[in-house]
C-alpha cells in the first residue's frame, strides 16, 4: 500500500499542472457547500420563546407589524372594552431602522413599561437618561459589536448605547427608546404600530383576547404575546426551508462537480491507461491507482475548500432578521458528511470513468483525439 501511494504521489507532482487543475475545480464546490450549510445552522437556530401572556394589538398584517399603523383610537377601545380587566394599555413604536450599515429593530415604548411589561433586563450600563441615549439587547450587541458608549446614527440624529439589556423572545435583537423620544425622532408620522394590553391580575386572559379581537371590525389582530412570537418565526420556518434547499443544492452540486471532475481527468489521460496497459499493467491495478489518485486530489481539494469557506465565515459577523440573530456556523457532522461526500463521489467517478475507459482497445487508447 506504500508503494501505491509513492507511486500516486510521484504521478501527482509529475502531472502537476493537471492535478492543480483539478485540486482548484473541486476548492469552490466544497466551500460553496460548506457555507450553504452554515447558512442553514445559522438559521435554524432557535431564538428564545417568551412565555408572558400580555395581549398585543397589532395592524391586521401580523407578520410584517412594522409595515402597518394603528388608529390612535385603538389605544382607548382597548381600554373601553378591556374596562377593570385592562391594567394597562400602552403604545410601542415598531420600525426597521439603519444605524450604520444595518437595518435593525427599533422598539419605542413608555419607559415604564420596560421593566415591568416588556420583562428588559439591565444587564450593563444604565437606564436612558438624556434624550439622545438608547438601549440595545443582546441580539444587537451580537450582531453588531456595539457596546454601551456605541454612537450611531438614527434618522439623522446621533444616539449613545446607555445600556445593554436583556430581553425574551422577538424581543431579543432590537434597538429600545423611550416612546416620547421617538415619536419626536419621526416628527409624530410614524404612529404607533403595536398596543401592549397587560391584563389585570385574576382575569381571564382567553375571554379578554377574544372579546377585544370581536371588536376589531378587521382594523387589527389581537394575539397573545407567544402567539405573536410564533408569527414571527414562521418566517425562520421558511428560511430553514430555503436553507435546507440550498444544503440539498450544496450536496447535489458537489456530488455531480466531483464525479465529473474525475471522469474528465480520466478521459484526458486514455493515452496514459493505454501506455500502461500495453506494457502488461492490469486493469485492477490502473483502477486502484486512478482511485487512490482522485481520493487524493479530493482530499486536497476538501482541505482548502474547508480553509477558504472559514476564512469566509470569519469575516462575516452575524446579522439580525426583524426578530432573531442569524450567525452562520458548520456543524461538526457538516464537515465529516461533506469530506465523505467529496471522497466517495470522486473515488466513484474515478471508478466508472476508469471502467468506461478500460473497454476500450489498448489501440483506441493510444489514438490522439
Known sequence: ????????????????????????????????????IAIAGGLRGESEEIEAQNIVILSPNALDPASGRLDPAVLDLAR????????SATPMILRPIRMDDRIVQLRAAPFITWQPIHDLTLLTGSWPDDPDEVAITEGIAIATDWTVG??????????????????????????????DRADVLFEGQSGFQMVTVEPADGTDFREL????????NGQFSVYFEAEFAELQTARRGAAQNLATVATIVGIAALVFGGFNLAAISLAERRRDLGIARSVGVSRNALGGLAVTRTSLLAVAGF???????????????????RGFVFEP????MSWVLGAVITITVSAAGSWLAFGSATRSSVKDLLETR
Open 209 to 216: 383576547r377574544d372579546r377585544l379581537a370581536a371588536a376589531s
Open 150 to 179: 456605541t454612537r450611531a446614527e438614527i434618522f439623522g440624529t446621533i444616539f449613545e448605547v446607555s445600556a445593554l439589556v436583556r430581553a425574551p423572545g422577538t424581543k431579543f435583537a432590537s434597538v429600545w427608546m423611550p416612546y
Open 1 to 36: 500500500m506504500t508503494g501505491v501511494l509513492r507511486f500516486v504521489l510521484r504521478d501527482i507532482v509529475a502531472d502537476w499542472r493537471r492535478s492543480v487543475t483539478h485540486i482548484a475545480a473541486i476548492v469552490p464546490i466544497v466551500a460553496a457547500y460548506l457555507i450553504l
Open 303 to 321: 482541505v482548502l475548500g474547508g480553509l477558504v469557506a472559514t476564512g469566509a465565515l470569519a469575516f462575516t459577523s452575524a446579522t439580525t432578521v
Open 80 to 87: 373601553d372594552i378591556g374596562g377593570s380587566d385592562v391594567a
Open 329 to 332: 456556523e458548520i456543524p461538526p
